[in-house]
């Protein structure tokens, strides 16, 4: 299912949810058990205005610039436009760059000083960040216009060498890895519960007999019968790449609507905004953007600029490989 509402509601589903996340980042559940977001808030912990969304955005929407511009998935190309946003805050909502974690930073300088070309993600096992999670969503989009749902080992490859622009060990490509093949089912139309269930099934099926099998017990808890059921207390919403997809994913069960589902991702708390975000796109593509509470799209900021970013992405890419 690729549209061009589908598309601008993928976009606006990482951006709202980024946006509803930045003013509470790093805060405790706790904290916010007591004092709960409800609405879009301004400035908080980066003192920016109300609807302002972060690198979550920023790295998918200039993932789909490039992607959109050479109508192929070039890895010079996109690092290029990372270190746009990153030097001269483009792709930003207000000309700002405000919030980058340490492993995409360090990926970004040695692009920059030409250090070994194309090895720019860490591959130690501290640097496993959701930094590549949260913005390999269009590429999945993009692969997915060419191929449909037969996502293969060539397909993965490219999911994985896009992760390890930044994030290079195989922890994350796994992560990213598990999304898209989840991501996939919601494009094929299929139900929250059934495209986590499905593709799960598919990620064992491949990661089971590669070189990455050692990788899948880090994320075990998944393919819990009762992974669902988990207690709140349970689930962990830092941003490490693995807790901020179980978070993401639990939120995606355990709701029925993207308003609700961004009020739950956020306010678990710690890494507010990209768990919002790496759930929000998923969402924003099964509900559509005709779910979305209008008071928070209009306070959005840049909404436009996403909007033709979006239709650029599509027009350009989608239906060229379709």
Known sequence: MINLEAIKAMTLGIAVADAMGVPVEFKSRSSLKKKPVTEMLSYGSHYQPAGTWSDDTSMTIATMESIARLKRIDCEDLMRNFSRWYFDGEFTATGEMFDCGGTTTSAIIKFIRKIQPLVYGSDESYSNGNGSLMRILP????????????????????????????????????????????????????????????????AEKYYGRSDFAVELKNYSRLWQADFANLPKEEIRSTGYVVDTLEAALWCLLNTEDYKSLVLKAVNLGDDTDTVAAVAGGLAGIYYGLKKFPEKWLLKLQSREYLEEIATDFFHSCVIEVE
């Open 139 to 202: 590429v999945v989009i993009y692969l997915y216009g060419i191929y449909g749902k037969d996502f293969n080992e060539n397909t993965l490859r490219k999911i994985h060498e896009v992760s390890g622009l930044t994030h290079a060990h195989p922890r994350s490509k796994v992560g990213c890895g598990i999304y898209s093949l989840i991501a996939v089912q919601v494009l094929e139309g299929k139900g929250i519960v059934e495209s986590i269930r499905v593709g799960l099934s598919n």
